[in-house]
């Protein structure tokens, strides 16, 4: 199917509609199906003029370009947005365009400008341009182009360097995002350099090398490719030979009407990081979030999200957000971007970005928090005052469920055998609530039952071990269990969420 490189209108509603989603559904590789690659070397297509950050909700810095950040094999282009007055030690997110789209494009409307300010981050915004792909798309699909070492992973990875440089950042905070091709790209840089990438974020994209090649790329986007969880898992390892750890935390996001870039990507994407991290495929937990979405997580041995999977109710293909003031708010609609939740903001708190953000403005962030489970459905809270602060506000997995005036508050109605994070933030007399406290996970006691008895093959097979090589391992402790059979039994016991010892005779 023909696309035209004018982009169409925006949508008017985030939900799809069949006839214009037909003549745009190329988004992410028709052109580039359809019409090969070119090798020019000439410079990809210039975003505008740096623009100052007013032009742009709620900014205060200013996007502009830098050039000379390295040799730049993939024939790229850097932008970058920091906030003004912006500390050494910040964070840094790199943010990939989709195709059609410019890094002008994003800056304007996924929202990471305002997310930027509030939490104290600089944003580096990559772009490709028709000298690369007809289309403007990052080549996810192409194995000179996608790997550590090569081609447009290479050149991001030039411009994390130089943005380093710039912006004095904290290299222990690096993350990547992107949409659609850019998704795809984001999926590739995150497997080939593990040792760069705290975290990352897949807006409606395919799994990490998916495609080695242009013909293959299709398949990927539209097809369940048959791969099991070690599969998926085993193409990220084999991008960052010998990485022993630790692994990108993952954020996932995908409409359930994207019939450009199809929801089994986001259970292909979910079973490959899932996998990577050892921590099997059952969820830790599950909550509905606004414009239709449900989260569903998938925590590591020590309770801290590893992988997120964000699924957006009747949304077509592009990157979720919702315009307005609110805490909760970031972006602009436009052609892809499509209103329903900030996806930014969400991926934000996942990646722990609100925790101590240096230009968060307001009061200090309140310190030594601590949570305790009193029961089955209640957990008690408490931490040290801020001066200054008439009141506080507590945070539950992100988001704000209290504002006592005293210094600890008691959570009702919890469910049991549920692990849930918590952030307090210090409210000042004008309502401006300041930095937010590190976040504490607390698991409540009760729920399922505690032991398994049961053969290895139905131990993996239930998410409580883990297959490598024919042999079994207890998920989380990574205890030997044997081979890998209906043979062998074992009773496994949950110590925590997602970590299993050995429990034979004792449960």
């Not at 000439?42 to 040799?71: C, E, H, K, L, Y």
């Not at 630790?246 to 994207?258: E, F, K, L, N, S």
């Not at 970031?330 to 230009?359: E, H, K, M, Q, V």
């Amino acid at each position: 199917m023909a696309v035209s490189p004018a982009r169409n209108a925006p949508p008017t509603d985030r939900r799809v509609h069949r006839t214009g989603h037909a003549a745009v559904a190329g988004l992410l590789t028709a052109a580039a199906l359809l019409l090969p690659a070119t090798t020019s070397t000439a410079a990809p297509t210039p975003a505008p003029t740096p623009v100052p950050a007013a032009d742009a909700a709620a900014a205060s810095g200013t996007f502009q370009q830098v050039t000379g950040f390295g040799s730049n094999p993939g024939n790229l282009a850097m932008y970058t947005y920091a906030p003004a007055g912006l500390p050494t030690g910040a964070p840094l997110v790199v943010a990939l365009h989709g195709c059609t789209q410019t890094a002008d494009d994003y800056y304007r409307h996924s929202g990471w400008p305002e997310l930027a300010d509030r939490y104290g981050f600089a944003v580096v915004f990559p772009q490709t341009g028709t000298a690369n792909n007809p289309l403007s798309c990052f080549r996810w699909f192409d194995a000179a182009q996608n790997a550590r070492g090569v081609g447009e992973a290479a050149s991001v990875l030039q411009m994390v360097t130089r943005a380093g440089g710039l912006f004095g950042t904290d290299r222990s905070r690096v993350f990547v995002t992107g949409l659609s091709a850019g998704g795809g790209m984001a999926a590739d840089l995150l497997a080939d350099y593990p040792d760069v990438f705290a975290g990352g974020a897949v807006d409606a994209g395919p799994p990490a090398h998916c495609a080695a090649t242009l013909s293959a790329a299709s398949s990927c986007q539209n097809n369940d490719q048959r791969l099991t969880p070690a599969q998926w898992a085993e193409k990220v390892r084999r991008a960052s030979p010998g990485h022993p750890g630790p692994w990108p935390r993952v954020a996932i996001w995908q409409g359930t009407a994207d019939t450009t870039v199809r929801p089994v990507n986001a259970t292909e994407l979910r079973d490959q990081w899932t996998e990577v991290w050892g921590i099997g495929q059952n969820p830790s937990g599950t909550r509905s979030l606004p414009g239709g979405t449900t989260e569903t997580r998938y925590d590591d041995a020590g309770g801290r999200p590893a992988v997120a999977l964000y699924s957006i109710a009747g949304m077509g293909h592009g990157l979720a957000v919702a315009p307005g003031s609110g805490t909760e708010n970031c972006g602009a609609t436009g052609a892809y971007f499509l209103d329903a939740i900030c996806s930014g903001y969400r991926t934000a708190l996942f990646w722990g970005l609100d925790s101590g953000g240096p230009t968060v403005p307001g009061l200090p962030a309140p310190s030594g928090p601590t949570a305790t489970a009193t029961g089955a459905d209640t957990v008690a809270l408490d931490w040290q005052p801020v001066t200054g602060a008439v009141s506080y506000r507590v945070f539950r997995d992100g988001t704000p469920v209290a504002d006592p005036t005293g210094t600890a508050w008691t959570d009702r109605g919890l469910s049991a055998g549920t692990a849930y994070g918590y952030a307090v933030a210090a409210v000042a007399a004008d309502g401006t609530a300041g930095a937010r406290s590190t976040t504490v996970t607390v698991t409540t006691p009760g729920g399922p039952a505690a032991c398994w008895t049961t053969d290895n093959y139905h131990q993996v097979a239930a998410g409580r071990a883990t297959l490598t090589g024919g042999l079994v391992y207890a998920l989380g402790s990574g205890q030997a269990m044997g081979l890998w059979n209906t043979f062998t039994v074992h009773t496994l016991r949950r110590t925590g969420p997602g970590y299993y010892v050995l429990a034979d005779g004792s449960c």
